[in-house]
């Protein structure tokens, strides 16, 4: 009788009874779904985001300037201190840098824009009802 007691207030019970009950809400909501409505409503946060692409871009590379100012300024004072991780403060100034511009160069890529202006649906964007209609659900 103690070994149940222990069981039902372990982890692991408490772990299952989220396991069931998580297949039970996805089991529920596959049922019978309409997706026209959240269709055009992710369509349109798309188009909304894609708006702010551009002065996230710019963002980020002047964030990758301020960074470097900083940074050589630290440098400086390290080399003039004779401190002895100056390499390590180079690196990671560079480092930090170079991912501020990677990250301002791949953001407008991420979200499928080719010139920062507009969201290139036309080479990858298949309609969800399309893949919906296609994944075999219960009846």
């Known amino acids: 009788m103690q070994k149940c007691a222990a069981f039902f207030k372990s982890p692991r019970f408490a772990m ?66 004779e401190e002895q991780d100056v390499k390590k403060k180079i690196m990671m100034v560079i480092g930090a840098c170079i991912f501020f511009i990677a990250a301002a160069q791949a953001l407008p890529l991420f979200f499928g824009m080719t010139n920062n202006t507009e969201i290139n649906l036309s080479t990858s964007y298949v309609p969800l009802e399309q893949v919906i209609n296609t994944l075999p659900l219960a009846a």
Do not use: H, R
Request: charge should be neutral; include cysteine; aromatic fraction near 6%.
């Open 16 to 81: 299952l009874m989220v396991a069931l009950v998580a297949t039970g809400v996805a089991i529920a909501q596959t049922s019978d779904i309409n997706v026209t409505a959240g269709t055009g409503a992710l369509e349109s946060v798309a188009q909304g985001i894609a708006k702010y692409v551009p002065f996230i871009t710019k963002l980020c590379y002047a964030i990758a300037g301020v960074v470097a100012i900083v940074g050589a300024i630290s440098v400086y004072v390290a080399m003039n201190n």
